[in-house]
């Protein structure tokens, strides 16, 4: 049986969307403090609720969205190289259910990316996997996969890409993230993915 983990609307990514159109992004991308009054009052400019952990940052929005901070590689905190969440999340049971999920990924995809088009205007790119237009990894430490990679493991399934609009924006990705498929014979799961990046990052 597949099970339903992550059920937010294509509302709630625009409402999500609309909110980070107007947050300091160079005060993002350097990172939050330590957990504290400081990390407290860094949330507040945004605000945010602080959900700390270990080595990420948890926030809760407004409007009752999570987001996470994730580091640069080798970090804890700051600065920060990615902005994350997930909006939608579909899980196979067994291998049996992997192309109901694929399929079910594909039959809600177009609301969220409508939604995302709402608030951010046309993509500079949205397709799927094995679109021959996908966009390659500039560099071999880029967050896009290597072709082979992608192809093997259809992933991103879908994606739409926004580019920034100044050196004091970020990079917008929407996706349906499937992981990798360890074998032939694995449960997948989908998830539709919000991440957004430093402008240098593309």
Not at 32 to 52: R, T, V, Y
């Amino acid at each position: 049986m597949t099970t339903q983990n992550t059920n937010d609307s294509p509302e709630q990514l625009a409402e999500v969307l609309k909110n980070l159109e107007h947050v300091d992004w160079p005060a993002i991308w350097a990172g939050p403090p330590s957990p504290g009054q400081a990390l407290n009052d860094w949330c507040a400019l945004f605000s945010w609720e602080p959900l700390p952990d270990e080595r990420s940052l948890g926030v809760r929005t407004p409007t009752g969205q999570r987001l996470t901070l994730y580091p640069r590689a080798g970090q804890i905190w700051a600065p920060v190289r990615v902005l994350a969440t997930t909006f939608w999340h579909l899980r196979a049971g067994d291998a049996s259910e992997n192309a109901e999920v694929l399929a079910r990924a594909a039959d809600v995809w177009p609301a969220y990316e409508a939604a995302a088009r709402s608030v951010l205007g046309e993509p500079e790119y949205s397709g799927a996997w094995d679109d021959p237009a996908f966009p390659e990894p500039p560099h071999e430490r880029h967050w896009l996969w290597p072709r082979d990679l992608r192809l093997q493991h259809q992933n991103p399934y879908r994606l739409a890409m926004w580019h920034p609009k100044g050196p004091e924006d970020r990079v917008t990705v929407l996706k349906v993230n499937l992981g990798v498929a360890a074998s032939a014979r694995s449960p997948r799961a989908a998830l539709i993915d919000l991440d957004c990046y430093p402008p240098e990052d593309w």
